[in-house]
């Protein structure tokens, strides 16, 4: 079984600050973790992946997150918010292996303040 | 870019009635993924294709709902009839095959309230 775990439904942090949001996860088995944003009347798009190669993880837009095992983590931050940034962003996990079936947490809204 | 299209962006039925969403993928794209993503919700996966065959519909309830890709491109995803609780945005993606190694693509959404 896996699940994650968005620690924040709402997050607001003012333009040029950095950003943080929380995603811990759970799974039987080495898993695959992402990242997606989903803009207002757009599909959702990937940042990021871990796939069991580098902890430390860059994707678009100049977001990054670092898996840590020893704490069931998988955070997303960015230095320095831009208002383009304000998106729902999702944390998802697959296994390895087997159906590879993506389990979406609940979702962060991230707002941006001018 | 390409980009997997839907239609219609916006459905508004009775309960009922029947439903119908169109979808298609990245050309070339093998596998074709359904998704139900309820309002403060993640997506939740209803079906998923390889080519023309069901791979997992173990989440569509399929009392009411049918999901078609019958020439392994664009797919089809029905509800008949529609109830309240169907109330959601119906998520269409594809990824050239399937594992988690390759990316999925998603769709704008088709945006569906049932009264």
């Known amino acids: 079984a896996q699940s994650v775990t968005q620690l924040d439904s709402h997050v607001s942090v003012s333009e040029g600050t950095p950003v943080l949001l929380r995603c811990n996860y759970s799974?039987?088995?080495?898993?695959?973790l992402f990242w997606y944003v989903q803009h207002p009347n757009k599909g959702l798009q990937l940042l990021l992946k871990?796939?069991?190669?580098?902890?430390l993880v860059k994707g678009i837009n100049g977001f990054e997150a670092e898996f840590k095992k020893s704490e069931t983590s998988f955070h997303l931050t960015k230095p320095s918010a831009h208002m383009s940034d304000a998106a729902e962003y999702f944390c998802?996990?697959?296994?390895?292996?087997?159906?590879?079936?993506?389990?979406f947490g609940t979702g962060t809204r991230l707002t941006i303040i001018p | 870019e390409a980009e997997v299209a839907q239609s219609p962006r916006y459905k508004i039925t009775e309960k009922s009635q029947a439903v119908a969403f169109w979808c298609d993928p990245i050309?070339?794209?093998?596998?074709l993924y359904w998704y139900r993503q309820i309002l403060g919700q993640g997506p939740e996966l209803l079906v998923q294709?390889?080519?023309?065959?069901?791979?997992?519909d173990s989440q569509l309830p399929k009392d009411r709902f049918s999901a078609e890709r019958l020439k392994g491109v664009d797919s089809t995803l029905k509800i008949q009839p529609a109830e309240l609780g169907d109330s959601a945005m119906y998520l269409c993606?594809?990824?050239?095959?399937?594992?988690?190694?390759?990316?999925?693509?998603f769709g704008p959404g088709t945006r569906l309230t049932v009264l």
């Open positions: 993606a594809s990824s050239r095959t399937s594992g988690s190694y390759n990316e999925q693509f």
């Open positions: 799974s039987s088995y080495s898993p695959s």
């Open positions: 871990y796939t069991s190669a580098a902890t």
């Open positions: 998802v996990v697959s296994p390895n292996f087997g159906n590879e079936k993506l389990t």
């Open positions: 050309s070339g794209h093998a596998t």
């Open positions: 294709f390889q080519d023309e065959s069901v791979v997992d």
